[in-house]
């Protein structure tokens, strides 16, 4: 190779396209909320504030272990791995019946239902949206050989 020769790179990746990377900022948001009150949960049953200590401890250690999830998802939609829609889905759908439940209550909770629903909705779009699943590498049903 001459001096006047630069290398050429095989090929060049595709920029993320801005709805996976918003996409993975809600489903990153929504881990890091389930962090947040699984940690409340955890010093209130630690600090005896709560009725149950019991209770508070083993739930606020499971919201810790369910932030797990969409908190690995978005990390692999970020890294553009096909794998990550999946567990990105399923977190948005396992959200709704939350937000639903949320907006039932008679209390301050239907701020949060509302946010919830919004934001569980605005990641389901995104996540099935065509740029989205190209961009993943998502071929579409009857497309496998393609």
Same mark, same amino acid.
């Given at each position: 190779m001459s001096?006047?020769?630069?290398?050429?790179?095989?090929?060049?990746?595709?920029?993320?396209?801005?709805?996976?990377t918003y996409a993975?900022?809600?489903?990153?948001?929504?881990? #890091? %909320? $389930?962090?947040? =009150? &699984?940690?409340?949960? #955890? %010093? $209130?049953?630690? =600090? &005896?504030?709560s009725g149950d200590r019991r209770q508070a401890v083993t739930g606020g250690v499971t919201l810790i272990v369910l932030a797990l999830?969409?908190?690995l998802a978005a990390r692999g939609l970020l890294g553009l791995r096909g794998w990550s829609r999946g567990p990105a889905v399923i977190t948005q759908i396992m959200a709704l019946p939350v937000a639903y439940n949320l907006l039932r209550a008679d209390s301050m909770a239907i701020p949060?239902?509302?946010?919830?629903?919004?934001?569980a909705v605005a990641s389901l779009v995104l996540l099935v949206n065509g740029e989205t699943t190209r961009a993943?590498?998502?071929?579409?049903?009857?497309?496998?050989?393609?």
């Open positions: 001096s006047d020769q630069t290398p050429v790179a095989p090929e060049s990746p595709e920029p993320r396209p801005r709805r996976l993975a900022a809600l489903v990153a948001l929504e881990g #890091l %909320a $389930l962090v947040v =009150g &699984g940690v409340w949960m #955890l %010093a $209130l049953g630690i =600090g &005896g504030d999830l969409p908190l949060a239902g509302i946010v919830l629903a919004v934001v993943l590498g998502i071929r579409g049903p009857g497309r496998a050989s393609e």
